[in-house]
């Protein structure tokens, strides 16, 4: 069983930034392709961004130039860099392992 514990959601301003971390228990994190996803009120989760165990990535069209995934293999942790956020971006994050774990999310609110 993996266990994901998610942090670095809050309240930011508009045009601020936040960095959300995924630390992963087990020892296959390098292998496996780590994501982000969102999830606003009343709809289905969406994904954010992905990156493979190559660190290819891949992001939704709405965050691109704005946020970044990247990884740590050594720590077993997944990050999404998040600048110049939009009250829009507001949503609990979720952090996905291998297509088959998910986080227990963290809000990030946008807000003035």
């Known amino acids: 069983q993996v266990q994901l514990v998610e942090s670095g959601g809050g309240l930011v301003q508009p045009g601020g930034s936040l960095r959300l971390s995924c630390a992963a228990s087990?020892?296959?994190?390098?292998?496996?392709?780590m994501a982000w996803y969102r999830q606003f009120p009343g709809k289905q989760r969406e994904l954010v961004a992905r990156?493979?165990?190559?660190?290819?990535?891949n992001y939704d069209d709405s965050v691109k130039g704005r946020f970044t995934i990247s990884r740590d293999n050594a720590k077993n942790t997944v990050y999404l860099q998040m600048s110049s956020l939009k009250p829009e971006d507001t949503a609990v994050y979720y952090c996905?392992?291998?297509?088959?774990?998910w986080g227990q999310g963290t809000q990030v609110t946008v807000s003035s």
């Open positions: 990156i493979t165990r190559d660190g290819n990535t």
């Open positions: 087990g020892t296959f994190f390098s292998i496996v392709s």
């Open positions: 996905q392992y291998g297509r088959a774990y």
